[in-house]
């Protein structure tokens, strides 16, 4: 089984600011993968970056970047130079190899962030 | 239109009625999947499709909820006899693979709401 937690509801950042939401997750698979999501106020969930849990490098795209600790199991999202567009709700997710089941996204509950002009 | 699409955005219903929800994936995409939103929570995973066959319907809340995609694309979640716990945002993605490390594509999911 796995569990991702997001412990952070909402965040403020100021724009033109960095912003670090967090994520914690537990799995038992050795081979997984974890994501990060928007989701604005349309509905659509929207991919951002991935990191695979052997990669060895920390995921960069554009000015979003994923600070992997393997030994924590985290997997935090930081967002370079903040935008008003950037409000929005943002998702962590991860896949593993348990039962075969790895095509199967597991989710936490999302942290809003607000932009602040 | 080159993403996943799905029909209606919004669905009202009242307690009792059968709802159909239907999913567009992107052309080609071999794998589907169904997840559910909550209100103020991540999507959770329904089930699963590799072309025409149903892999996984683990998530399915109850047998009141029915999916299928007869001709391996276009594929419709069912709900029956919809119940005020069903209100939700049903999520519809697709994949080229399904393995591990492919990337899912999310439609702009549907609104239910149960009156």
């Known amino acids: 089984a796995q569990k991702i937690t997001q412990t952070q509801p909402g965040m403020f950042v100021q724009e033109k600011e960095a912003v670090t939401l967090d994520c914690t997750y537990d799995?038992?698979?050795?081979?997984?993968?974890l994501f990060w999501y928007k989701q604005p106020s349309s509905g659509e969930m929207i991919f951002l970056i991935y990191?695979?849990?052997?990669?060895?490098q920390n995921a960069t795209e554009g000015r979003y970047s994923l600070n992997f600790q393997k030994a924590r199991k985290s997997a935090n999202l930081v967002i370079s130079a903040s935008q008003l567009g950037d409000s929005a709700m943002y998702f962590c997710?991860?896949?593993?190899?348990?039962?075969?089941?790895?095509?199967?996204?597991?989710f936490g509950k999302g942290t809003l962030l607000t932009v602040n002009p | 239109g080159a993403g996943v699409s799905q029909s209606p955005r919004y669905k009202v219903a009242k307690r009792g009625q059968d709802v159909a929800l239907r999913c567009d994936p992107i052309?080609?995409?071999?794998?589907l999947f169904w997840y559910q939103q909550a209100l103020g929570q991540g999507p959770e995973f329904l089930t699963y499709f590799q072309n025409e066959a149903q892999l996984d319907k683990s998530g399915l809340p109850s047998d009141r909820f029915f999916a299928e995609r007869p001709e391996g694309s276009v594929s419709t979640l069912k709900i029956q006899r919809t119940q005020q716990e069903d209100s939700a945002v049903y999520l519809c993605a697709s994949s080229t693979t399904g393995d591990l490390f492919d990337e899912q594509f999310f439609g702009p999911g549907t609104r239910l709401t149960v009156l």
């Open positions: 997710a991860m896949r593993g190899m348990s039962g075969g089941s790895n095509y199967k996204l597991t």
């Open positions: 052309s080609g995409h071999v794998s």
């Open positions: 990191q695979g849990s052997y990669d060895q």
């Open positions: 799995t038992s698979d050795p081979s997984y993968g």
